[in-house]
């Protein structure tokens, strides 16, 4: 029976999970509520109740050689998850959590740091040595790769690049600052632009018939696609203000990539042409016109769970092959 | 006779330059005026008429193996320098016009890089892994090393954190952008921040006989030292910018310490300060009190040029050992 790793994601409205075998592939994935006001461990009990479900239920499942996780202010260094701002959690060792229901090798990282490693492996940046990951779920999140090795600082805490401050005295974040990044540019980002829109403007939209809380992401996109003027407007200034900070992440380690992914990077070009224009318009001229900016090319919703099992797998020092690789042998 | 090499540091004001031993001990150095309007070609010409002279009245420069350069928009994968904002020289090939006077290894990075390769062998980072020094000269430069190496990105180009945007639609700056760090936190910024509070306010100042054009950031340095509240706000109001620009570094590479240096770093409190006060406040809760903000411990004027003598060096395969532990040993 072949082994396989779990990769875990973490993030403030759903956590997800995937069996993933060390060809890369993702046999089976799963997920719940992370039920953000509850504790790491009440997650982590749910989590593993469904999981034990999910390997009793299939025997290619149980040869588990480790755990990969992705999780918001989770630090590689100690296994822990520190004040995540989008989760009531304080500061939790996970790998201890984890030790009491499998006792297998467990690595945890930043959530966008283990996305990095999965498109490293797996995805759009298997070319590139210098890229960044940005990660637009409910918060911000980024894995910063420079030379070929993630940048995780001196502390474990690199690539913070959703609580950098884009508007002075802006929008409050969840981390207790004003002005951050992924107050503007995230899902939850987008839905605080589009109430603001419908408060400035007579518009009419047909988003005026929904509450702050039953917006998504999801819902803006689809009344853009329906010519909705409020939600277009919306993508465009979303764009425009992620456009000129990836602008000014290029400043610091220069990327040849950046990769953008999570539900509000689903919209497409709703909101990759203005990110891009605003992008180019923002660089200095020695950056101009040689910078990507591209779509994740792993399966949607499997992203995040491939690169925390990714990162396992490099732990145990598994060199995966992607899907496709396989399969150009298997021609052989 | 020993060999030596030659550290030169291109800035938008000086270029000055200096002959290293293998220990890193600066044996002489010199500086001329960079006339930033003139061609690359004309600096280098009175500078190498100035070296040649002083070669010929020391026996003990001759024996030169290597000339390291720090400059502005310099590309150490190239040996070009690229449309420098503060210089108007478009691209040129520096490396191909050196060794039309010296034939010997030439290399070139950012002027703030190779202050950080300096700081790391002789200076105040000697013992981290993760930091990033910043240059406070006439522009802002940064040269940022994460786990010991320094970060050049795709193209040679990281590092270039005075051009982040800090203030939306700020002050014009030198790279035809608005905004950037660089126009508030450097000499030239600090003199612009004097001049608008001497547009603003009505409180006396020892600066208001002064033009524009006369006046430095030494000049601003003597009169906040003499109680001047104009001299005083602008060290303050520098050190706000740039401590909440720096803190928006962090979020990035999480490095363990900031070194300062250059000019305005040499205002000592006045500067740090504000910038430390600020750097706190606006740092995400993660990373707040264990970072440090540190003045560069190199001699003061050849911080630089030993940086510049330290790439060099280091491509020359040859591990410089500092002034002091060389003196340590003497003493065994």
Redesign the interface.
Known sequence: MSEVVIGIDIGGTNTVYGFVNKNGECLFDGAISTNAKDSAENLFERLFSKIRTDMSSNNAFTNLIGIGIGAP?ANYYRGTV??PPNLNWGTVNVIEIVKKYFDVPVAITNDANAAAIGEMQFGAAKE???FIVITLGTGLGSG?V??G?L???????????G???V??NGRECG???KGCLETYASASGIKRTVFELLANSNLPSLLRDTSFNDLSSKLIFEAASNDDEIAKKAFEYTGAILG?AL???V??????AIILFGGLAAAGEFIFAPTKKSFEE?L????KN?IEILPSALTEGNAAVLGAAALILNELDIVPQTTKEVAQWDLM
């Open positions: 202010n520190e004040q590139y040595k210098d910063i420079s030379n090795k940048i995780y600082g001196h502390d474990g805490f690199a690539g913070e690049i609580h950098v401050c508007i002075p981390c207790g600052r000129k602008a000014d992440a400043h610091y380690t220069s990327p040849k923002s200095l001229n020695i950056f040689k």
